[in-house]
């Protein structure tokens, strides 16, 4: 089931299924993309309890193998509605049966959409809810149109920063983490003008970047603007090896597994902590214009 909200600015919908966003919309123009199974049949993931891969889909914990998903396993979760209001949407997921097979940590995940303006900000709140210390990390993985509004084509977009900065792009290994970075070069050290053979590699993930990135056009006015406070890398993706008509910007706190390396939870890479009855907060806003 879908959710709707409008603030006569602004309008979006919002699945129960993984918390997903599936349409953001101004002036009737469609930002979000719609999710053409071609390419990627994804809309806005919210990634919890680990984001990008892991090596053969499994981790341990206190000596136990466990399997997951990429991404994990929020983005296919049925999620309740615990709120609704004339400009916000809150949704919850609780631990059960089928993600403690997953994830041994009992908790609570909630993800809450406000309207505020050409804004949409997405709250996320984190709370473990057992009697030990739980691991986890999150971010988000929406994918944007391109064109925003039919006119021009991907290689007349570039993403930039707001101020001049030398990020650093993590040099994967089969799609999976290495220890080294290698500059990530900006004209005019702040932007970087798309061209789909950028992902022939597949993703391209960035650090040491301000935490703000805008997708503009010189053929339009319109735009997107991400900001993401205490996210830690910023990762950018369409399926590789294709046209794709779209392109995800994605705010991360942590990181996929190391190539041919079993994590294991409590020294993976990123992983955020939180003791028992505690709870963690961020947001990420999304800015249409």
Sequence with gaps: MEHMISNGEISLSV????????????????????????FWSGRAYNLFPICGRL???????????????IHGFAKLSLFTLA???????????????ETKKMYPFDFVLTVKYTLEGNCVRTDYSVK????GKMYFTL????????????????????????????????????????DETVPFALDGGTKYALHHTMFDNDAIFLCDMPKEVTLKSSKTDRS??????DMKYLGLWHKPRTSAPYICIE??????????????????????????????????????K
């Excluded at 473990?128 to 009697?131: A, F, P, S, Y």
Aim: aromatic content about 12%.
């Design 15 to 38: 699945a129960e299924n993984g918390a997903e966003m599936m349409s953001l919309k101004k002036d009737g123009a469609e930002y979000l993309w719609q999710g053409d199974p071609e």
């Design 55 to 69: 090596t053969d889909g499994k981790y341990t914990f206190k000596g136990k193998t466990y399997e997951m998903m």
């Design 83 to 97: 709120e609704k209001g004339e400009n916000f949407l809150t949704f919850t997921l609780e631990s059960n049966e």
């Design 128 to 131: 473990n809810t057992g009697d």
């Design 139 to 178: 971010g988000g993985h929406p994918g944007f149109n391109i064109p925003l509004d039919g006119k021009g084509s991907f290689e007349d977009y570039y993403i930039e920063f707001p101020e001049s900065c030398a990020p650093r792009a993590l040099k994967m290994d089969n799609c999976y983490m290495s």
């Design 224 to 229: 997107v603007t991400l900001k993401y406070p």
């Design 251 to 288: 705010p991360w706190r942590g990181v996929p597994a190391y190539y041919k390396k079993i994590d294991d939870l409590e020294t993976k890479r990123d992983m955020l902590t939180l003791a028992p009855k505690d709870e963690y907060t961020t947001h990420i806003d999304i800015i249409i």
